[in-house]
């Protein structure tokens, strides 16, 4: 009876231990992808009719096979594929890879460019630093913002502009009438998304008039316009941006409002304000989910006009910001101002919303982030982040 129990314990001691089967990790894309969309590849001579056999068994709902590639080009095929799905696969030993799908685009380059489309489209200092010619050179990706609407609450658009490619509308006003009458919407409008002068030449514009022709608004009326905005962005279900190159003193209404529409899922930039001041006491600017801009000039310095501080999320360019006006369907007007960095930054956004769709103002945020030239400015306060727009 002792001698049993000796070799029982001996046995337990001795009992094969098996390994977890490990998973295969799926190969991470660095740019766009499409959501949920996944290339799996076989290991060689295993049958790919009884691995797609056996994927039924797995395929919820929301997955489903959309290419299935020779078996002697590659063994493999593609799919939609569920989080329950894509574990199943990953964890099948007959699996070799599996990689999220990449987007491809075209690209176009523009040679007539104003000065800070180039800066946002290269990682290193301008040598050409005339501000006043449209002599810069701009490549983007295709997509360059379709499928997104930017409202811009400003002053109005001079929607027949040429430069907007019949993309710009009238939204809203607050206080009356249906045009510019000041140039600053205008302008702004240009920089996100003009043909000649915008980031993202192929986004929707949207007028929300909510300064008069003298460039002033009443809080009301601008919670009042935001309030349209955020309707809008429910009823389209579109990737919708707020660009808002307005401010003033500390203002819990509108910050409230802006506050709300980024609740909604609406990506709001803000300027950070021209007094060369701290921008934490001053509204929207100081608003924590907000992208808040500080300007820059062509020779990466910040524009002795910006604010600063830590709630400035990000520089861009403007100083000498060449973009559309009023008066003619063909105007210009070179201007400065934390005003005019906004609108990049609304391109911006809107350019990596057509690029990688829909996502929340918090990623958005990330990404603009994680895409700038870290440490290029000079004269940047203690304490201010120094980053500076890219917007790839």
Not at 306 to 327: E, K, R, T
Not at 329 to 334: E, I, L
């Amino acid at each position: 009876m002792h001698s049993f129990r000796v070799i029982a314990a001996l046995a337990l001691l001795i009992a094969p231990t098996f390994a977890v089967p490990t998973k295969i990790q799926v190969e991470k894309v660095t740019g766009a992808k499409e959501q949920d969309s996944y290339i799996v590849k076989l290991k060689d001579g295993v049958n790919k009719k009884l691995t797609l056999a056996w994927l039924q068994g797995h395929l919820g709902s929301n997955s489903s096979v959309t290419f299935d590639y020779e078996s002697n080009f590659i063994n493999g095929f593609a799919g939609k594929f569920s989080s329950d799905t894509l574990d199943a696969l990953a964890s099948n030993k007959d699996i070799e890879s599996i990689s999220e799908d990449a987007i491809f685009t075209t690209q176009v380059t523009q040679s007539n460019a104003p000065w800070g489309l180039q800066r946002i489209d290269q990682r290193t200092r301008l040598t050409n630093i005339n501000p006043a010619g449209l002599n810069f050179v701009y490549t983007y990706n295709d997509p360059a913002g379709s499928g997104v609407d930017v409202y811009v609450v400003d002053t109005g658009i001079y929607t027949s502009h040429s430069t907007f490619q019949g993309r710009a509308r009238w939204g809203y006003s607050a206080v009356g009438g249906s045009t510019d009458g000041n140039g600053h919407g205008t302008h702004c409008a240009g920089t996100i998304g003009g043909f000649q002068y915008g980031v993202a030449k192929k986004v929707s514009l949207i007028a929300v008039k909510v300064l008069s022709d003298s460039g002033s608004g009443a809080t009301s009326g601008i919670v009042a316009g935001i309030n349209w905005v955020v309707s809008q962005a429910r009823a389209s279900g579109r990737p919708s941006v707020i660009s808002m190159s307005l401010g003033g003193g500390a203002d819990t209404t509108l910050d409230n409002a802006v506050t709300s529409a980024i609740n909604a899922g609406v990506h709001v930039v803000v300027a950070a304000g021209n007094s060369n001041t701290n921008a934490a006491s001053t509204s929207p600017a100081r608003v924590p989910a907000a992208i808040t801009v500080g300007a820059s000039t062509i020779t990466d310095t910040r524009a002795s006009f910006s604010n600063y501080g830590s709630v400035v999320d990000i520089f861009a360019p403007g100083q000498d910001v060449i973009s559309s006006w009023i008066g003619s369907t063909t105007a210009t007007n070179r201007i400065s101002g934390t005003s005019m960095a906004t609108p990049h930054v609304a391109g911006v956004a809107a350019y990596l919303l057509s690029i990688y769709g829909k996502q929340t103002p918090s990623a958005l945020v990330s990404r603009i982030k994680g895409l700038a030239v870290s440490n290029a400015l000079t004269g940047l306060p203690s304490g201010t982040p120094n980053l500076l727009l890219q917007k790839d």
